[in-house]
């Protein structure tokens, strides 16, 4: 969300999804590659990020095999300076929120982000119904989500 220019907060960590190459279809691997979680070590020592887990791949691991089918592809890409980072699709983005305001209450920082987000409501539909349809959340707690944008149960 940082990436995209949604939100200005500072975050703790970069939450990333690293996919097994040659896979058809992609998969996301929970374990980063060792070659990234060194390089991310040298960047924390480099930066005094402490240990190195300022880029974790736990919220895949929270989510497993649920991530939105296609995201990848629809996910579109951020060149750094000869570094490309593809973010996922706001789309996406809306779904993993509401999934993670689902576990953390409307008062958590995930419901800012989505607040700050403007869904619409169409959007915001989408979003929950595949939370809903995808997810195995518990719908008491996606209602909850629902009401708190004022949408239909």
Do not use: C
């Amino acid at each position: 969300m940082l990436l995209r220019e949604i939100i200005q907060r500072p975050t703790q960590d970069v939450d990333v999804v690293a996919v097994a190459a040659g896979i058809d279809p992609p998969t996301p691997r929970f374990e980063l590659p060792e070659d990234l979680r060194d390089a991310a070590a040298d960047v924390a020592l480099s930066m005094g990020l402490g240990d190195g887990t300022w880029i974790n791949s736990g919220a895949v691991a929270l989510i497993g095999d649920k991530l939105p089918r296609g995201y990848l592809e629809r996910s579109q890409p951020i060149v750094f300076d000869g570094l490309t980072v593809s973010v996922l699709s706001r789309l996406d983005l809306l779904r993993l929120k509401v999934y993670a305001a689902t576990d953390e209450g409307p008062g958590s920082h995930h419901t800012q982000d989505l607040i700050a987000m403007r869904p619409s409501q169409s959007e915001l539909r989408e979003a929950i119904g595949w939370v809903r349809d995808n997810t195995g959340q518990d719908p008491i707690f996606v209602d909850e989500i629902a009401r708190a944008f004022g949408v239909e149960a």
